[in-house]
């Protein structure tokens, strides 16, 4: 039995025992933490066995799960931020920016999953900044990638305050809100693997169409209703008149952060039983984003006008805000849990690369794995208190984060790590001039978006 126990420790095989299906059970395939000084016969019969569990545990994400684990992550509160771009962009811009920019992330997104492909030690993001820059790299991307997914989970409960306030319509401080906000975030945290939170993801999906659903219709009969009288929509196929440029780019650095799922693809595929199937899942979402995004802002913006809100939710008159708020409260809290997640696997799995508590299946690994979600809920909470605009704090985390993280570095990674063969082959060419545009639009939003951000910041803190 012990040598049995051994072999599977030593030898995991890459296969699922039942084809390629949503629940199978698998061994996963060999890692970088498998090769780790600690080896298996140093550690008790009860430790290897635990060890064998948790590698079957966090090896049962299929591709059908992941499109849906993507959708939560991504479709979330990015699409309601969207009215408002389109409303500074106009109707044209609008719709050029959201299916170009969702074309480059889904491109993005699929170099990132190829580099997972060709090393399969890659775990988390910051694996491949170890591949580019040795331990340098590994923790610069890992620094830039916490912070990033703690201003989306900082938005997401910012969202939830908002939408806690607009439902029940109370004088209550925000800091309550704030704090219960959090409280549901942590809760739904805790699930430590994504094939678990997947479950709960058919709920958050159902929440965000609905809500969307409910957003447009009303906004459309509040349009028709005024059409029949001396008011109706003033939108605009062009930009607003004698907009700003750095207002111009927030509004661009929402769209962007629509779109910034990349950086969790190498953790999502870490836990796949068939990770080549990471494709089906980029181009699925990728298709789904593009299209529920350009109909979200635009139908939002024909039927509000330029006054559209930010959150999009508000926009939907004073009862039916309240009930879309309502139906929207799974995504607001699911989603930014998510992150949670995503932030703490990352963590944690580093921290006990060599110990079997990395498998959150002991007491230990679930008082460490527990009590690291709620540090960082807490700490997205303090985010949440200190960028009290849902825009900026959008556009901020787009423009100095997400543009590293979803663009400049997956286009890096395809020369740096993925590129084979001849430079002047005709794929190696077609694939140089799509990254060489994805790493330029990067560096663009981060260049063009922070300087539209400070001069906001400035700007909203002298007239304050």
């Known amino acids: 039995m012990e040598t049995d126990i051994q072999q599977n420790c030593f030898h995991p095989q890459y296969e699922p025992t039942r084809g390629d299906k949503e629940s199978a059970t698998v061994q996963p395939s060999k890692s970088i933490t498998d090769s780790d000084p600690s080896s298996d016969d140093c550690q008790t019969e009860l430790e290897r066995r635990k060890k064998i569990e948790g590698r079957q545990k966090f090896s049962r994400l299929g591709w059908k799960r992941l499109v849906v684990i993507l959708i939560v992550e991504a479709v979330a509160l990015g699409s309601l931020s969207l009215p408002s771009a389109f409303a500074t962009l106009g109707m044209v811009g609008g719709v050029i920016s959201s299916v170009g920019i969702g074309l480059l992330a889904t491109y993005a997104s699929y170099e990132v999953g190829a580099v997972k492909l060709k090393y399969p030690e890659v775990e988390h993001y910051g694996d491949i900044g170890r591949l580019i820059l040795g331990e340098k790299g590994f923790w610069i991307i890992t620094v830039v990638f916490i912070f990033q997914l703690v201003l989306s989970v900082g938005s997401h409960c910012l969202t939830g305050i908002i939408a806690l306030a607009d439902i029940t319509q109370s004088e209550v401080c925000t800091v309550v809100f704030g704090l219960v906000s959090a409280l549901i975030l942590l809760l739904l945290a805790i699930p430590p693997t994504f094939a678990d939170i997947a479950i709960l993801g058919y709920i958050d999906v159902a929440s965000i169409f609905t809500a969307i659903g409910i957003t447009i219709i009303a906004t459309g009969v509040q ?51 068939t990770p080549k199937d990471y494709t089906k899942a980029i181009y699925t979402l990728g298709v789904i984003e593009i299209v529920i995004y350009t109909l979200i802002g635009s139908l939002v913006y024909l039927f509000v006008g330029k006054d559209v809100q930010s959150p999009a939710l508000l926009s939907a008159g004073p009862l039916m805000s309240r009930i879309a708020f309502g139906v929207a409260l799974p995504v607001v809290f699911i989603s930014g849990s998510i992150n949670t997640s995503l932030i703490a696997r990352y963590i944690h799995a580093h921290v006990y690369r060599h110990s079997v508590v990395r498998y959150v299946n002991t007491k230990k690994g679930w008082i460490t794995w527990i009590s690291l979600v709620a540090v960082l809920t807490f700490v997205s909470w303090i985010v949440a208190q200190a960028i009290p605009v849902f825009s900026t704090i959008l556009s901020i985390s787009a423009a100095l984060l997400g543009s590293g993280l979803c663009f400049y570095i997956p286009a890096i990674t395809w020369f740096v790590l993925v590129k084979e063969g001849n430079w002047f082959s005709p794929s190696n060419l077609q694939r140089a001039s799509y990254n060489g545009i994805v790493f330029l639009f990067g560096i663009g939003v981060l260049v063009c978006g922070m300087y539209a951000n400070i001069v906001n910041l400035v700007s909203d803190g002298l007239y304050d």
Do not use: L
């Open 223 to 273: 349009n028709t209703r005024n059409n029949n009288s001396s008011s109706r929509s003033d939108w605009s196929a062009w930009p607003k008149e004698n907009v700003s440029f750095s207002t111009a780019m927030v509004a661009m650095n929402n769209i962007v952060f629509a779109y910034s799922f990349a950086p969790a693809i190498p953790s999502f595929m870490n836990e796949m039983h």
